[in-house]
């Protein structure tokens, strides 16, 4: 018997430790916007707190606008590498195209921003609802190739649906910078449409950031 007692907190402990770790970066549902800040690109995209599929969410309405929300972190890429978040978008933008800085622009996006010794060598992943750009593809951003574009979602065929979404940050900056990242900096959102002129809607659920599967 007490062999079995003894198993049994071994497998527990196990468990226990093997367990993921869990940093609520956007807790909308139950904090709300606290601990984001705003950057203001070319006017003011309104971000505001609703209520959709029965929970609170962000809602981003942008209107030849480019601002975003941010929240600073400092988190190791190597444990906390998993990223996972829902959106929802109300179509693409017309006449966005990932390949042109006048066609810069995304109903949805989210980065990760990783730190430098060196500040205009921090780099960043841009996670995007692309217009033109094939699902799983990557390109360099049209202002900057120290940001990626890597499209999650891609086209108007999952418009106006919640999709669930997860990456593994560590394995994707890899594959796009090379190397190791250094600390993730920030996480920000960010529905934009100054280059082209014209209009988009997201909505955008919690996001966190886990040190398993």
């Given at each position: 018997m007490t062999g079995h007692i003894l198993?049994?907190?071994?497998l527990t402990a196990f468990c226990t430790?093997?367990?993921?770790?869990?940093?609520h970066v956007g807790a909308f549902s139950t904090e709300g916007l606290h601990g984001w800040e705003t950057k203001i690109f070319k006017g003011t995209t309104a971000y505001s707190l609703v209520q959709d599929a029965g929970r609170t969410v962000v809602k981003a309405a942008s209107r030849g606008t480019a601002s975003g929300l941010f929240k600073k972190v400092k988190l190791d890429p190597e444990q906390f590498r998993y990223l996972r978040w829902s959106w929802k978008v109300g179509g693409i933008v017309k006449n966005g195209d990932e390949t042109t800085k006048?066609?810069?622009?995304?109903?949805?996006?989210?980065?990760?921003?990783?730190s430098s010794r060196l500040f205009w060598r921090t780099k960043a992943i841009n996670y995007i609802w692309a217009n033109r750009l094939a699902k799983g593809d990557a390109i360099p951003n049209a202002f900057t190739s120290h940001a990626m574009m890597l499209a999650v979602e891609s086209g108007p065929e999952r418009v106006g649906h919640w999709i669930n979404e997860e990456r593994d940050i560590l394995a994707d900056y890899r594959r796009l910078f090379g190397g190791e990242p250094?600390?993730?900096?920030?996480?920000a959102i960010m529905t934009d449409t100054d280059n082209t002129g014209g209009e988009a809607t997201a909505w955008y659920g919690d996001?966190?950031?886990?040190?398993g599967k």
């Amino acid at each position: 018997m007490t062999g079995h007692i003894l198993l049994a907190l071994a497998l527990t402990a196990f468990c226990t430790v093997a367990q993921a770790t869990e940093y609520h970066v956007g807790a909308f549902s139950t904090e709300g916007l606290h601990g984001w800040e705003t950057k203001i690109f070319k006017g003011t995209t309104a971000y505001s707190l609703v209520q959709d599929a029965g929970r609170t969410v962000v809602k981003a309405a942008s209107r030849g606008t480019a601002s975003g929300l941010f929240k600073k972190v400092k988190l190791d890429p190597e444990q906390f590498r998993y990223l996972r978040w829902s959106w929802k978008v109300g179509g693409i933008v017309k006449n966005g195209d990932e390949t042109t800085k006048n066609g810069d622009d995304h109903a949805a996006r989210i980065y990760v921003v990783f730190s430098s010794r060196l500040f205009w060598r921090t780099k960043a992943i841009n996670y995007i609802w692309a217009n033109r750009l094939a699902k799983g593809d990557a390109i360099p951003n049209a202002f900057t190739s120290h940001a990626m574009m890597l499209a999650v979602e891609s086209g108007p065929e999952r418009v106006g649906h919640w999709i669930n979404e997860e990456r593994d940050i560590l394995a994707d900056y890899r594959r796009l910078f090379g190397g190791e990242p250094h600390e993730i900096d920030a996480i920000a959102i960010m529905t934009d449409t100054d280059n082209t002129g014209g209009e988009a809607t997201a909505w955008y659920g919690d996001i966190t950031l886990s040190t398993g599967k």
